[in-house]
Nanobody, 123 residues
């Protein structure tokens, strides 16, 4: 049974930092893309950051440039999203997902999803 389990969300003030974790299990993810998405209330789920499980290559949306970083620890089966300089616009439920296409940014292109973790940034 494939599982993706997110953790690390919480409430922070503007300018604060959080590190989200996504622990994967149930299959080998060699060659898979592990991505973070987020969904704010009333909005569609959007792609944030991706990492190739095997190579460690990354790509991201411009709105996180210079503020968020992604990494993975294959020994711990975990992908991390380090978020700095948070602002209220970053408030959302954050989800990790696994898929086989490196260029995938659409929710329908991912095979597995976690349950999400809430990030709330107060002004």
């Amino acid at each position: 049974q494939v599982q993706l389990v997110e953790s690390g969300g919480g409430l922070v003030h503007t300018g604060g930092s959080l590190t989200l974790s996504c622990t994967v299990s149930g299959r080998t993810f060699s060659g898979y893309t592990i991505s973070w998405f987020r969904q704010a209330p009333g909005k569609e789920r959007e792609f944030v950051f991706a990492i190739n499980w095997s190579s460690g290559s990354t790509r991201y949306k411009d709105f996180v440039k210079g503020r968020f970083t992604i990494s993975r620890d294959t020994a711990r089966n975990t992908v991390y999203l380090q978020m700095n300089s948070l602002n209220p616009e970053d408030t959302a439920a954050y989800y990790c997902a696994a898929g086989r296409s490196w260029l995938a940014t659409g929710v329908n292109e991912y095979d597995y999803w976690g349950q999400g973790t809430q990030v709330t940034v107060s002004a």
